[in-house]
């Protein structure tokens, strides 16, 4: 029997009591390059929170392979968006990529010498071998996104969740990761990747999911991306209303 | 001149540099060692907090801790260290949880919470002292500015037949101890919570009970320097010797292992200066660890501000 790599049913989330997805269900098949696109604060990043239970999900459920995410977690890479961290904290290139490793290693274990050879080989990868020992805050912000996904590469994961990969980055980079996102694929790894730019979009995934608050459609990209199903993504009602709401909150603020 | 040698003691090397290590090693190991080991747990501690943007949770801590002590001393009448120690901790950590709480169950930010809800303990402090002052009998210089000098003034206890030392000293060099060893056992989880709680969360890590344990610890940590350096300067002490080894280098175990050198010449330098001068040896330690941070500032390679100018 086939693994389902990423399951959500009837997955809601809110923040304050203020519901920022409603009711996502999704199969993700396994093998799949997916592109989660919307529109700016349509839930894409709380929705990966949300599979990996970054933040709390207040209703409905999330099955990775089968389990419950707490179980599945080792089978899970993550790229968070990058300006998620601080990138004046005092660790070099090399200790991020090892950051990968500490899922597998357990409270007490130590990073051994395989652990580092695996390290040394993801940031050859991405090409980033040479930056071992620099620290992280001197690196241009393509590198920062490089020395992300060599971490995610060294989790060793069956999928993988990537929030805005290409953002800020040069377009050498942005061919080398896609380049990777899709050998990853051929070794039968899963792959979503929160994407904000439609025309690359289309050539990039092998499905979308189209999301603004609501599940707007998920299915094969020649399939989804339709003037109508985009139309309803970013131009219908639903983004005019969660303006209206955006801009009510914010005056109650 | 004149002014001066009014204003400076005379200097003498003899009584300032060699006695403490000579004639009356006694007393003065005493005072280093406290002073070494309040500097070195707070500094090795205050590194994370500082670098997961806390650092005024220390501040917190150190004021909540008067209702906590009256609290303790007037359910266990009595004086004893154990339940002192206990009610300032558990003041601690109750600061630390209210202020998440708050945070989380109202839009209310971190900094305005952490403002109401130690001002708000302070305030029943100071209203518990104003009821029941007389019996509670609260030392409020010491609470303030701390007294170092007094662990030369204690009965020395034995530990394991081993070696003899003052009951406070020994109690903070098992809390640095305590720090040291807990940091490096949790290292990577540490790290990797406080760099990016997000991939320490997908990994089944979880940074929540480990903000607890720190904030735990820097209860426990505060409470036990209390009494050596008083409510304020135990902020210079988690404040500076990260912030300084921290323009030193861009690796946390090194930054780790300079903090522990800040502690030992802060600790070394304070008290002879303090002796030379006359003057709290707390207030010593924290104006030396002060200069340091001030010759790291400006003269560190690459971050200092001399090497900003003249690249
Ligand atoms: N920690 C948070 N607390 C409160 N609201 C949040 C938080 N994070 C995101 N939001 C809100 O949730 C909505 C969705 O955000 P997000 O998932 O980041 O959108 P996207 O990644 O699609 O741009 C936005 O309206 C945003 O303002
Ligand atoms: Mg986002």
New binding site residues.
Partial sequence: MQEIPLETHDLTVA??K?P??YGVDVQVPEGKLVGIV????????????AIMGI?PITGGWVKVFGESFARGAKRVGYVP?RESVDWDFPVNVMDVVLMGRYGRLGLMGRVSKADREIAEACLDKVGMLPYAKRQISNLSGGQQQRVFLARALAQESDLYLM??PFVGVDAATEAAIIELLRELKGRGKTILV?H?DLPTAQTYFDMLML?N?RLVAFGPTEEVFTQELLQKTYGGRLTIL?EVA?TV?KESK | MSIWSELIPEFSFEQVFVEPWTEFLDPFIWIFLMGFFVTAACGFLGTFIVWRRMALVGDAISHSVLPGLVIAFLVSQSRDTLPMFLGAVGAGVLTTGLIEVIHQKSRIKTDAALGIVFTTLFAIGVVLVSLYGENVDLDTDCVLYGELEHVTLEPLSSVFGLFEAPGSVIRMGVVSLLVVGLVILFYRPLVVSSFDPGLARSMGMNPAAMHHALMSLLAIVVVSSFEAVGAVLVIAMLIFPGTTASLLSDRLPVILGITLVIAFLGALLGMHFALWLDISTAGAISTVIFGMFLLAWVFAPRRGLLWQVFR
């Fill in positions: 923040y304050d203020r920022v997805l919307g529109p700016n604060g349509a839930g894409k990043s709380t929705l990966i929170k933040v968006q929030d805005e929160v904000h999301l608050m969660s955006n909150m």
